[in-house]
């Protein structure tokens, strides 16, 4: 299975688990704040860093860093942008 699909699916189920949650609110306080956490943790905790780890795979951390390399790099097409 691709990764793409394993995101889209946690994502899903915990729209869905937040969802119930808060539908059930008036007949079960405590479970449906579970239904509600568990979503919300499957979504920051689950689903997020793998979306991070499928989007930055084969990028080098270094062309994000600020350096002075980049920063020259950023005045001079700064420059020539207003030069045009």
Do not use: C, Q, W
């Amino acid at each position: 299975m691709k990764l793409k699909y394993l995101i889209v699916l946690i994502i899903i189920a915990s729209f869905s688990s937040i969802i119930y949650g808060f539908s059930i609110k008036n007949k079960a306080m405590a479970l449906s704040h579970k239904y509600i956490g568990f979503g919300t943790v499957g979504i920051f905790l689950v689903a997020m860093p793998l979306f991070i780890f499928k989007e930055s795979k084969g990028k080098k951390m270094k062309d994000y860093m600020l350096t002075e390399d980049n920063i020259k790099r950023m005045r001079k097409k700064e420059k020539e942008k207003f030069k045009s």
